[in-house]
């Protein structure tokens, strides 16, 4: 039987406690030094649940107020994201050095260099590997801002305007949860775990595949630009029922997934290389797209023009050009402010013109 995640926990809380006892004991031996920092060195949890030992009895602080090694600088050298494995290597030996040479009347002294050891590894650990054992790692993007970042496993994470996703690495599955905004992703293959993204109800399964997630107010979008994908609403857990959606696909998850339609999945990805495209698009859904990136608002407040079909592909930061482009229209008239460009049809703009003059 597979031990489950808190059985785990357990045996590792207890291996914890153990070696507590023996650093507390006296100066542990060069084979025992290496076995601790071995096991140390397998899990941020060990890290965690060793710091949770020391924490329950209250001697780290006075601990470290008896060692020759002040615990803010080892802590900044453990943060510093220029050469951490150099920063370990170089505080550690000394450490060791002191604990051999002092026995007796600086047992303490060694304790102290474990826990600030541990500290050590945990600041880095926990900034730099922890997605990697299962601690959530959020990446998030502000309005009009974009970000790609090459995740631990290799896969590439593309987020799009006013976005937020957390990344998590199980055993058994790799988890990217998109919380709001739009998210492409490029899967790095795995043989034993495959690659889930939770969007709000809607679930989605893939391994070596590209495809876009576009988690809306109402509904989810998914887009697959390369590979086969598995879709779904409900538990994490894949049912047989899942939808399988290929390369040059799309599919909407209104409540539960929809029929997959053929698109241009380049175009429906066009915002990698920061631009719109539309095909027959009604300018209400051009307007609420271009409003993602800009700070400058379009108003779109004539149903007549709500309407209007758009064809064409745009940077999506350019709303001054898409401004120029629809005064081109046949009917419509573009009224523009430093915060927002108002389009209407010609019949409301006349009207509006008349009231006035009364």
């Given at each position: 039987?597979?031990p ?45 649940e ?5 924490g ?44 051999t ?24 650990w ?68 495959d690659?889930?993204?939770?969007a709000?109800?809607a679930?989605?399964?893939a391994?070596?595949?590209?495809f ?16 086969t ?44 290389k ?12 051009v ?7 800009g ?23 350019d ?40």
């Open positions: 039987m597979t489950s995640d808190e059985q785990i926990r357990m045996a590792i809380a207890d291996q914890a406690s153990e070696w507590f006892v023996e650093n507390r004991g006296g100066a542990l031996d060069r084979e025992a030094r290496s076995r601790f920092m071995a096991w140390l060195q397998t899990s941020p949890v060990h890290v965690g060793y710091l949770a030992i020391v329950l009895v209250r001697d780290l602080e006075t601990a470290v107020n008896t060692t020759e090694i002040p615990l803010e600088p080892l802590l900044a050298r453990a943060r510093a994201e220029a050469d951490p494995v150099a920063t370990l290597n170089a505080t550690m030996p000394v450490q060791m050095s002191i604990t040479r002092r026995r007796g009347a600086r047992r303490w002294s060694l304790a102290a260099a474990a826990a600030l050891a541990i500290v050590a590894l945990a600041a880095l926990l900034t730099r590997d922890g997605e990697r054992f299962g601690l959530p790692k959020t990446y998030m993007t502000a309005h009009g801002e974009q970000s790609e970042r090459v995740l631990p496993d290799g896969s590439v994470l593309h987020l799009n305007t006013d976005s937020e996703v957390s990344v998590r690495y199980l055993r058994r599955e790799r988890v990217l949860d998109l919380r709001r905004g739009e998210a492409f992703v490029q899967v790095a293959h795995e043989g034993e775990r690659f889930r993204v939770a709000g109800n679930q989605i399964r391994v070596g595949t590209q876009d997630v576009y988690r809306k107010s109402e509904s989810v979008r998914i887009t697959v630009v390369e590979g994908v598995a879709v779904y609403t409900g538990p994490p857990q894949r049912p047989p029922s899942a939808l399988s959606v290929g390369a040059g696909y799309q599919v909407e998850v209104r409540g539960q997934a929809g029929v997959p339609r053929p698109v241009d999945a380049r175009a429906a990805v066009a915002w990698l920061r631009q719109i495209a539309f095909e027959d698009e009604p300018l209400s859904e307007a609420a797209e271009f409003n993602r990136y700070g400058v608002v379009l108003e779109i407040d004539d149903d007549a023009i709500r309407t209007l079909r758009i064809s064409g592909v745009f940077d999506a930061y709303t001054d050009s898409f401004a120029a482009f629809l005064e081109t229209l046949h009917g419509v008239v573009v009224q523009k402010t430093p915060t927002r460009i108002r389009v209407r049809s010609v019949t409301a703009a006349n009207r509006e013109r008349q009231a006035a003059v009364r």
